[in-house]
């Protein structure tokens, strides 16, 4: 009789890590079991995430928030959502992490180690806005594929590490340097170690911005294991996937960085404005970059039912991509008419702005609060959805929540 076959010593450790626990006996699992823990895995308890969040797909794993679990003017790990494009690392040991910086356009090729990396760099603090570029999608008709997002795909945490310009200028950045992309550590669906599941990037001027950080702590601590520890891109205002999770190694590039997930239709939007279904040839696709003027309302939660004479206090989040949200208003009868809100500054570039309103209705029956920003270029959120686009991304339409008053 052969030999039984057991499991390798990396995937018993993503067990482990998965499960939140030593696996006792794991020396003696056969290959291709999975332990009962994970053949029908709580996502909620794996990620220590809200119960209200909702799980999209778990190959890979994509779990958006609902916007009143987005309350927070930080976001805690347990209401942030979940985008993946591959398979979670295995055998992440932050004590033998490197990170590698190399490319065309690198004077010398340079590796530090995650304590390299924070005792040679000084260290920063931002709040972030990130947001999938496919947040909103779901709204798109003709319908587009992949993930249906509603209005969850966004939040603004903490982030700490060292700025990438630091490290790059460390490592000499040639004169023909125009763009940087990352590498890292997840895995392929495939699990073919050939094929990287994302590789994307962004323009140097991106990349040297002082908030643009290789973040080691989210919230005051090591960034959640789902969100990229232990090191991971931070580059707040621009789509999610240019902010790499697991990164181990950054390549600095003399032309616009051509790995998985950037070319084709991939994060790109037609150049000009196409008709609702129209096929549009990868050459008049332009990259995503700065994402566009959005806000949420967080307080209430959408139907909500208060007493006639009663205020109905709202509160939210809104956010402008490079820029700030200079106005901030409400309407209660469709659009028709608009007051202002009370907005606050950012605490810094970059992170998102908290907005409040009392409103007051005429009479009893059913109404809809909207949601309007504009930003410090004079242009505001359209009120439905804005022009379509074959992948799904940019709505930025206002957001909607449903009052009864009895």
Not at 228 to 242: D, E, Q
């Amino acid at each position: 009789m052969k030999r039984r076959s057991f499991v390798k010593k990396v995937t018993l450790s993503s067990f482990a890590t998965l499960i939140g626990a030593e696996i006792v006996f794991g020396s003696n699992i056969m290959e291709g079991y999975i332990p009962l823990a994970l053949q029908d895995p709580d996502p909620f308890k794996m990620f220590n995430k809200n119960k209200e969040m909702i799980v999209l797909n778990d190959k890979p794993w994509n779990i958006e928030a609902q916007a009143h679990l987005l309350d927070d003017k930080i976001t805690p790990n347990s209401c942030m959502f979940i985008r993946n494009n591959g398979l979670v690392p295995e055998n992440i040991d932050a004590k033998k992490w490197v990170l590698k910086i190399d490319g065309e356009s690198v004077v010398k090729e340079k590796t530090y180690t995650l304590s390299e990396l924070k005792s040679k760099f000084k260290h920063y603090t931002y709040q972030l806005t990130i947001e999938c570029g496919g947040n909103g999608r779901s709204e798109f008709n003709p319908p587009a594929k992949g993930n249906q997002w509603t209005v969850g795909a966004v939040h603004c945490a903490s982030w700490t590490g060292v700025r990438l310009k630091d490290v790059l200028e460390d490592a000499g950045i040639k004169k023909d340097a125009v763009y940087i992309g990352y590498h890292a550590a997840d895995i392929h669906l495939s699990r073919d170690p050939k094929h990287e599941p994302i590789s994307r990037g962004c323009p140097m001027s991106k990349a040297l911005q002082d908030e643009t950080l290789i973040a080691f702590q989210m919230n005051g601590e090591d960034i959640p294991f789902i969100h990229g520890y232990p090191l991971r891109l931070v580059a707040g205002g621009w789509p999610a996937s240019v902010s790499g999770k697991w990164v181990n190694r950054i390549s600095i590039r003399n032309k616009i960085h051509d790995g998985p997930k950037m070319t084709g239709d991939a994060y790109r939007v037609p150049c000009k404005p196409v008709a609702p279904g129209e096929k549009v040839k990868d050459e008049d696709m332009c990259i995503i970059e700065s994402m566009p003027v959005k806000s949420l309302i967080t307080y209430p939660k959408s139907g909500a039912i208060i007493n006639k004479g009663k205020a109905l206090n709202i509160r939210g989040h809104a956010w402008a991509g490079e820029l700030e949200v200079a106005k901030m208003e409400y309407s209660i009868d469709y659009g028709s008419t608009w007051n202002a809100c009370v907005i606050e500054k950012p605490t810094n570039r970059l992170a998102w702005q908290h907005f409040t309103a009392s409103i007051k209705f005429p009479d009893t029956g059913y109404y809809e609060v909207w949601a309007k920003a504009t930003d410090t270029n004079g242009i505001a959120q359209p009120m439905l959805l804005p022009g379509w686009n074959p992948k799904g991304y940019l709505n930025n339409a206002c957001h909607r929540i449903a009052i009864k008053v009895k």
